[in-house]
């Protein structure tokens, strides 16, 4: 536009870069979509057989957004895997320690206690149980 005036192209750029600016910062908060993932079960889920998760070890469901933990052959604990901090899914599980890609956050996958922060709450609990030799998590397990 040969007939714009600098300072008139500088205030439209300007408007542009913060038009832009707004909309990656509100994607990234807690409250936007940017990370926020969907919550652990509302309703119960099959989540295969039980004697997938080993005695003394733990199992990361990542579509259902829930790990369980079995620290002996009848007894079940599950977590959701919903980082506290921002709401993002936990996708990475190295023995007993998740850790939240987002931001680091790390948590024991035994009983959802922070590790590491930024995340300062714990991982909220999720029912759980075996159902002929199923795991179902989520209410009503």
């Known amino acids: 536009m040969p007939g714009t005036s600098p300072a008139r192209r500088t205030v439209l750029r300007g408007a542009a870069l913060a038009g832009t600016a707004g909309l990656g910062i509100a994607?990234?908060?807690?409250?936007?979509?940017?990370?926020?993932?969907?919550?652990?079960?509302?309703?119960?889920?099959?989540?295969?057989?039980?004697?997938?998760?080993?005695?003394g070890g733990v199992k990361l469901y990542q579509d259902e957004?829930?790990?369980?933990?079995?620290?002996?052959?009848?007894?079940?604990?599950?977590?959701?895997?919903?980082?506290?901090?921002?709401?993002c899914p936990i996708s990475m599980l190295e023995g007993t320690e998740l850790?939240?890609?987002?931001?680091?956050?790390?948590?024991?996958?035994t009983n959802g206690k922070v590790l590491h922060d930024p995340a300062t709450q714990p991982l909220a609990k999720v029912p759980v149980e075996v159902k002929n030799g199923k795991i179902v998590a989520g209410p009503a397990a």
């Open 27 to 55: 994607a990234c908060s807690p409250g936007g979509s940017g990370g926020r993932a969907e919550s652990a079960p509302k309703a119960p889920v099959d989540l295969g057989k039980a004697d997938e998760v080993p005695v």
């Open 65 to 87: 957004n829930v790990v369980v933990s079995r620290p002996s052959a009848d007894d079940y604990t599950a977590f959701s895997t919903i980082c506290t901090h921002a709401g």
């Open 99 to 109: 850790t939240c890609s987002c931001h680091g956050s790390k948590f024991d996958a």
